[in-house]
C-alpha cells in the first residue's frame, strides 16, 4: 500500500503548496500562515478489493481528500466553556462531493515515483488543489463563510447535523456579521435541537441534558457586551 505521508510530501512539493506544512501524524497539509486562519486538507486512506474474472484478488488503495478551514475568532472564545484544542476545530469541513468535486481516487498498489505518473494520481492532484482553491476562495472571510453556510439555512435549508459544538461557532458567526440576523438564526438551530432530541428518544437523553446545560451556559456570554468586546480585539 502507498503510504500517505508519502503522498502528501509530492503533494507539497507542489507550488500551490509551497506554504503548508506537513503533519504526518494527522495525514495533513496545513497552512497557518494567515493570521486568525488556518486551511488544511486530510487525506483519508483504505484498501479495497477487487476481483477481476479469471483473476485472483487485486488490491487498490482509496484516498478521500478532506478539505477544512478555521477561523480563530468563531473558537477562541468558546475555550472558556469547553478545553478544545484549538487544532481539533474545523469550522469548514468540506469532501469533494460538497465542492462539486471527485470524492475519492482510486490508487494502484505501486510504490513511489511509479504511483506520481499515473494518471489517477495526477488527476487527484489537480482535483485537491482545485479543492484547496474552492475553499480559499468561498470562505476567504467570515462575510463569506456566513453566505455559504447561514444564509442557506435562513432561507430554509434542512439540517441534519447533531446539535454539537458546531451550533454555538455558527451562533458566533452570526453575531459578528450579521447580528440583526442572529435572533432568527437562534430560533432556527433551537428548533432543530428540540426536533433532532425528541426524534432520538431515551437513547440521546444523557447527550439532550448535558446539551441544554451548555446552551444556558454559552447563550448569555454569545449575546453579552463581553462577548462584543471578544470581537472588537480581533477588528
Known amino acids: ?85 484549538l487544532y481539533n476545530v474545523s469550522h469548514v469541513r468540506l469532501d469533494g462531493r460538497m465542492l462539486g468535486l471527485p470524492n475519492s481516487f482510486r490508487f494502484p498498489c505501486t510504490s513511489g515515483a511509479d504511483l506520481f505518473t499515473t494518471d489517477e494520481y495526477l488527476r487527484f492532484k489537480e482535483t485537491v488543489k482545485t479543492g484547496m482553491g ?45 447580528p440583526q440576523d442572529y435572533c432568527k438564526v437562534k430560533l432556527i438551530l433551537l428548533e432543530h435541537t428540540h426536533e433532532y432530541f425528541a426524534r432520538m428518544g431515551s437513547y440521546y437523553s444523557y447527550d439532550h441534558s448535558m446539551f441544554y446545560s451548555k446552551l444556558e451556559e454559552v447563550l448569555p456570554y454569545l449575546e453579552s457586551d463581553e462577548f462584543d468586546a471578544y470581537v472588537a480585539k480581533y477588528r
Not at 486512506?45 to 475568532?73: E, W
Not at 476562495?137 to 447561514?150: F, P, V
Open 1 to 85: 500500500m502507498n503510504d500517505i505521508c508519502d503522498i502528501l510530501k509530492d503533494l507539497k512539493s507542489d507550488p500551490c503548496f509551497s506554504g503548508f506544512r506537513l503533519l504526518k501524524g494527522e495525514f495533513s497539509l496545513v497552512d497557518n500562515s494567515h493570521k486568525g486562519e488556518c486551511q488544511w486538507v486530510v487525506l483519508n486512506g483504505c484498501m479495497t478489493y477487487v476481483q477481476n474474472p479469471g483473476s485472483a484478488k487485486v488490491d487498490y488503495q482509496l484516498v478521500y481528500p478532506i478539505y477544512h478551514k478555521r477561523f480563530s475568532i468563531l473558537s477562541e472564545w468558546y475555550q472558556r466553556f469547553y478545553a478544545i484544542p
Open 134 to 178: 474552492l475553499v480559499n476562495d468561498n470562505y476567504a472571510t467570515l462575510e463569506k463563510y456566513y453566505s455559504h453556510e447561514i444564509v442557506p439555512i435562513l432561507n430554509g435549508r434542512k439540517i441534519s447535523l447533531c446539535p454539537n459544538n458546531w451550533m454555538f461557532f455558527d451562533l458566533a458567526l452570526a453575531r459578528i456579521v450579521s
